[in-house]
T-cell receptor
Framework: DAGVIQSPRHEVTEMGQEVTLRCKPI?????LFWYRQTMMRGLELLIY??????IDDSGMPEDRFSAKMPNASFSTLKIQPSEPRDSAVYFC???WGKGYTFGSGTRLTVV | GNSVTQMEGPVTLSEEAFLTINCTYT??????LFWYVQYPGEGLQLLLK?????DKGSNKGFEATYRKETTSFHLEKGSVQVSDSAVYFC????????????FGKGTHLIIQP
């Protein structure tokens, strides 16, 4: 198994632009999670899905953030418009009830 | 709500020294407890876990015991190596893998030769 796959690994964008981060969970995992990591706030859970359905998005910082999971093998996290304070590493993780597997993350820099 | 508190560091030790990184938690019910490790520029890797009181998780010479009476899950290693330099995160899961992990802030460990 290739693990949880995130793309891109690095993204540099200008303030105001739309950014889309992508995640492919491990096949057979029925839960998917998006986390954000910053020096100041550590690892924050943004949103999670069970069986492709969003369960809790209370961690999404603002309406500029949105996430979708159109099928069991793909999820996106979109920021529109992006701001410099969105600069962080964004991790996707998937789970099947026995443990969590994390992707390598997307390092987002908004200039 | 759930929370995890751990020493933030950085913690600097010499090679072959004994390591302890403290972790305490607050949670409802009976959570599972985890230690994750993050090497520079990489994602989080599961280091060890324990799912019930008095369980001991162990891996690569690291150990941690689930202490319900003190709500703690301290990470220990008898003799650290330079290659152990990384950031270590304590985490808990109270939802059986369905509603995410709650993480501590992470402890940056630096091992000097």
């Amino acid at each position: 198994d290739a693990g949880v796959i995130q793309s891109p690994r690095h993204e540099v964008t200008e303030m105001g632009q739309e950014v889309t981060l992508r995640c492919k969970p491990i096949s057979g995992h029925n839960s998917l999670f998006w986390y954000r990591q910053t020096m100041m706030r550590g690892l924050e859970l943004l949103i999670y899905f069970n069986n492709n359905v969003p369960i809790d998005d209370s961690g999404m910082p603002e309406d500029r953030f949105s996430a979708k999971m159109p099928n069991a093998s793909f999820s996106t996290l979109k920021i529109q418009p992006s701001e410099p304070r969105d600069s962080a590493v964004y991790f996707c993780a998937s789970s099947w009830g026995k443990g969590y597997t994390f992707g390598s993350g997307t390092r987002l820099t908004v200039v | 709500g759930n929370s995890v508190t751990q020493m933030e560091g950085p913690v600097t030790l010499s090679e072959e020294a004994f390591l302890t990184i403290n972790c305490t938690y607050t949670a409802t019910g009976y959570p599972s407890l985890f230690w994750y490790v993050q090497y520079p520029g990489e994602g989080l890797q599961l280091l060890l876990k324990a799912t019930k009181a008095d369980d001991k998780g162990s891996n690569k010479g690291f150990e941690a015991t689930y202490r319900k009476e003190t709500t703690s899950f301290h990470l220990e290693k008898g003799s650290v190596q330079v290659s152990d330099s990384a950031v270590y995160f304590c985490a808990l899961d109270s939802g059986g893998g369905a509603d995410g992990l709650t993480f501590g802030k992470g402890t940056h460990l630096i091992i000097q030769p």
